[in-house]
């Protein structure tokens, strides 16, 4: 049983459920494209339980400018696409952050998500060129996802980028243990230089956020096994 089997069980008898897969039918029966394929929403349960994710890494949207790139795991992309510039910026912080780390030569983080990381959209779906466009009708689903982690875990590693997934702290319990890291997103907009920044920081431009390297500092702290980030 993956991590959420329980939990979309549950959430399947809530009315609230039932509207929101009436909308995908009717957005996936449209003549505008949606991504991910109907396939692979929800393709970010089948890799670990629940008690082994280690880190959360929150996004927004799925990739929304063409077909193939997303595939239901946040900032990944399948073997054979592009790398966006996002991830791309992923990779130049993991390789100033991460001693040994070597930029693979595709983007698909799958490895991540069977190692503990836990890669979620706050959105889980998006129209074709309309980022934002599903935001609303999964907000109560993704939030519930975070609160069932953050309640039911300790010691998790919330990495929030971007001021939307920041806003996400407030649903994580205090109590627990998790450690909370900000910054900005990683997207060409918001980063600098190709790195982005830590959150409300007043460090230099040339400065990462240096979370992968924290997220296992915490880790062994905790008497965890960090994460391999290498792929």
Not at 126 to 138: F, I
């Amino acid at each position: 049983i993956t991590y959420s089997t329980i939990f979309l069980s549950e959430q399947v008898l809530k009315c609230c459920f039932h509207q929101l897969i009436k909308f995908l039918e009717d957005e996936y029966g449209s003549d505008t494209p949606i991504y991910p394929p109907r396939h692979q929403v929800f393709s970010w349960t089948h890799h670990c339980r629940i008690e082994e994710i280690k880190v959360v890494i929150l996004g927004q949207d799925p990739y929304y400018k063409e077909e193939g790139q997303a595939h239901g795991l946040c900032f990944s992309v399948p073997k054979g696409v592009e790398k966006p510039s996002s991830l791309q910026n992923i990779f130049k912080e993991l390789k100033s952050d991460i001693p040994g780390f070597e930029i693979p030569d595709d983007g698909d983080l799958t490895k991540w998500a069977e190692r503990g990381v836990l890669l979620l959209n706050s959105a889980l779906t998006v129209r074709e060129d309309k980022p934002n466009s599903h935001k609303k009708e999964w907000k109560t689903f993704t939030n519930a996802v975070i609160k069932l982690i953050s309640s039911k875990l300790n010691n998790v590693v919330f990495m929030l980028w971007g001021d939307y997934a920041q806003k996400k702290g407030s649903l994580i319990d205090k109590t627990k243990g998790h450690l909370i890291l900000k910054a900005t997103h990683p997207s060409p907009k918001s980063a600098s230089l190709g790195i982005f920044k830590p959150a409300q920081s007043g460090a230099a431009i040339d400065l990462g956020c240096h979370h992968f390297s924290t997220a296992n500092t915490y880790l062994r702290y905790c008497e965890i096994p960090e994460i391999d980030w290498n792929l």
